[in-house]
């Protein structure tokens, strides 16, 4: 039986997303011409060819300005602007309580809550341990007006949210003050897929909620009517690739009410005088969308939705799914020739609530942990695009690797410079722990190929023992490390 015969007998399902494989030949041709094996979808989604020739005919065949006059060529791109507006508000079943600020991607979406949120004193802010940084970044905003932030715990091996910790911290909220809770719809770290009914939870005891999506929405539907958040970050290139430069934040008209500006910008302001030094913030979005808008790519984005509307998210989502699925279970069944497994996953071994996103690292036949970089190198050469590091995403890898804040401050206090290979080689020094791993992710143009051209180029490490970093031994079955010696 062939891998792909079992693997379909495994996934029937993937038969029915065979849209993309058609796609994949015409609109992503590319990646096959060029022999490109792309897994780096949590990175950035790749653009179809589509997308590109109709956008440079778009703007070929017109004369757009910069939208804040009334002539004729502003009024064309306000008109562009705004049908865009509301064509990414559609998207997400945003109903008229919801508006879209454009931004440059989501963390710029992020930080404009973060800057104008009124954190004040006795107010709370409460994050997931799994963040991205760019969410992670908002407490220094907290920390300036007098609020710490809180992290809620994951739990072991699946790296999910220990709920009934989450909902005991939601608990404490005083609802007189304003609380701000920030959680990933899905973890660009472990894939894992957040429970999106943790918005209304947590709505309901006098939070607001700062939904990060960036992950979550090039391949699953978020509907704004069903989750409701108050404010929800994305970046369009994650979804479809093209155009980079451009993201959003969807915010619920009241809860953007309640955001202070600490600042006024061109495209800002109804009025600003210099004499009498004031300003009137426009209102609604136009307050939060600083300067001239990247207005030539906006077009851009209703030519991406529609890219993914005429595909279907299902299919895309489908597909994603039985790819990573097979994933985890040929990654999983790697052994060396004494048995022992290759490969250690972090996050979830299967694909209840999570999504295409794998990480994991290489370890040779004694334990030793593969040097994660020197994998990104040699899968590079084999024309494989992977992610290695941290993600941007401390927390995940902290609690998986059991890092206590006293590493991290002995860490730090031994280098003011610290970067992440030098934290790297002190927690292996320290206490023979890891604090870097290998990411694979899938999206709308990946193929059974690609998985198995990864899976074939992990396996390449069997029996191998030259790669390691030393004096770092990971027993997979317990999931503990040790040191060599120890
Ligand atoms: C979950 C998550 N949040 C936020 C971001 C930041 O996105 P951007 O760099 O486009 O602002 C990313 C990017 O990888 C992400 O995966």
Redesign the pocket.
């Known amino acids: 039986m062939t891998s792909l015969t079992r693997f379909l007998d495994v996934y029937p399902e993937y038969v029915a997303t065979s849209i993309l494989d058609d796609l994949r030949a015409t609109e992503y041709g590319r990646l096959d011409r060029l022999g490109h094996v792309y897994l780096d979808y949590?990175?950035g989604g790749l653009y179809a060819r589509s997308q590109i020739t109709d956008h440079l005919q778009l703007l070929a065949d017109r004369v757009l300005g910069n939208p804040h006059s009334a002539s004729p060529s502003s009024a064309e791109t306000t008109g562009f602007v705004e049908r865009t507006r509301a064509r990414v508000l559609a998207y997400f079943n945003g109903t008229d309580d919801y508006t879209a600020i454009f931004t440059?991607?989501?963390?710029?979406?992020?930080k404009l809550v973060g800057e104008s949120f009124p954190f004040e004193p006795g107010g709370r802010l409460l994050f997931t341990t799994d963040?991205?940084n760019?969410?992670n970044g908002i407490r220094e905003f907290a920390h300036a007006k007098g609020v710490a932030a809180e992290y809620a715990p994951l739990t072991l091996p699946d790296l999910r949210l220990d709920r009934p910790e989450t909902e005991r911290l939601l608990e404490h909220a005083d609802r007189g003050r304003a609380n701000l809770f920030v959680f990933?719809a899905?973890?660009?770290f472990s894939g894992v897929k957040h429970p999106l009914d943790l918005v209304a939870s947590a709505r309901a005891r006098g939070w607001h909620v700062l939904l990060?999506a960036?992950?979550?929405v090039p391949t699953s539907r978020l509907d704004l009517q069903q989750v409701a958040p108050d404010f929800v970050?994305v970046?369009f290139?994650?979804m479809f690739g093209y155009p980079t430069g451009i993201?959003c934040l969807l915010a619920r008209k009241s809860a953007l009410a309640a955001l202070r500006r600490p600042w006024f910008a061109g495209g800002t302001v109804n009025f600003a005088t210099v004499q009498g030094r004031l300003h009137l913030l426009s209102p609604g979005e136009a307050g939060f969308e600083d300067g001239t808008l990247n207005y030539l790519s906006i077009p851009a984005v209703e030519i991406g939705l529609s890219h993914l509307e005429r595909i279907g998210l299902e299919t895309i989502e489908t597909r994603v799914r039985c790819l990573t699925g097979w994933l985890l279970t040929r990654l999983l069944e790697l052994k060396h020739g004494n048995s022992r497994p290759m490969v250690r996953v972090y996050g979830p071994a299967s694909t209840t609530l999570r999504g295409g996103t794998v990480t994991l690292n290489l370890y040779d036949p004694d334990g030793h942990l593969v040097d994660y970089r020197r994998v990104e190198e040699l899968a590079g050469l084999e024309g494989i695009s992977l992610r290695t590091g941290c993600?941007?995403?401390p927390g995940v890898g902290e609690t998986a690797e059991g890092l206590t804040e006293d590493d991290i401050r002995a860490a730090v206090a031994t280098d003011a410079d610290m970067t992440l290979p030098r934290f790297l080689q002190f927690v292996q020094h320290r206490g023979g722990k890891s604090a870097g791993s290998i990411r694979v992710s899938f999206g709308l143009a990946s193929n059974f190929a690609d998985a198995e051209r990864f899976v074939t180029f992990a396996a390449g490490f069997r029996d191998q023992t030259s790669l390691t970093l030393g004096a770092v031994t990971f027993d997979i079955e317990s999931c503990r490390v040790i040191r060599d010696g120890s």
């Open positions: 949590t990175g440059s991607n989501a963390s710029s979406a992020m963040n991205h760019s969410a990933p899905q973890s660009n990060d960036a992950a979550f970050a970046s290139y994650k993201g993600f941007c995403n």
